[in-house]
């Protein structure tokens, strides 16, 4: 019997790479916040929208920011976030018609199917700020008004150019893609986060002698 070695021709990953990805998870407080993220934020979503949603983490990868900003729709619909003291902002990419569904069901529409990719009003923008607004306080609110997570809603762009100026062009940023479920519709979530954003915030991760006295309670609490 002749036996054929297998090779394996899996990705490598830098250990720039791996620090900044540990670094996602590890931002977040430990009280509780990264166990019930997702969950808060379905939670606001379905009070807000008085619909079943779904949010799934479907992946984690970097890319060259030159790279995201011409992989994006005609009609974008991108809200550029701050966190505070940083200069450096991230960029939450909603999927266009996504973003017209939550419009219409805040307005009170009972859309049969997703609309059809449009420029949004000033009205809209309005009802859109108003819910990642809500969204944004849910999360501070549940993290004990961590300033951490203390995330600012800056301004919404909807082309390339207008968030070209947020990273160098062959800066690697990291991007996770998240699953979003509305009813019976399905669109998607790209929170980008560039380098300089994710070294000068995430990677400014305090040790155990430094932990808050909240968190090393929660985390006795769970032994």
Known sequence: MTIKPFHF???KISSKEQSLLEA?????????LRDSFEDKVKDT???LLSEDVSLNLSSIHEEIYSS?????????????VGLAPLQHKA???????LAALVI???????????PEPKVLSETEQGILQYILAELFYS??????????????FDRFAFAPHEIRDLA?????????????????????LRLVLPDPFVEAGFLNIKDAAEMKESESRWIAKRF
């Open 9 to 11: 021709n899996l990705k």
């Open 68 to 80: 995201f900003l011409a992989k994006l729709p005609k009609n974008s619909v991108m809200a550029v």
């Open 24 to 32: 996602i998870w590890e931002f977040l407080p430990a009280t509780g």
């Open 91 to 97: 960029v939450l990419e909603i999927d266009s018609p």
């Open 45 to 47: 979503l379905k009070n």
């Open 168 to 188: 160098e062009s062959n800066a690697r940023v990291s991007t996770l893609v998240f699953r979003v479920i509305i009813g019976q519709h399905s669109g998607f």
């Open 139 to 152: 999360i501070h609110k549940l993290s004990g008004k961590d300033e951490r997570v203390h995330f600012r």
């Open 104 to 114: 219409e069901k805040i307005l009170g529409g009972e859309a049969k199917r997703l």
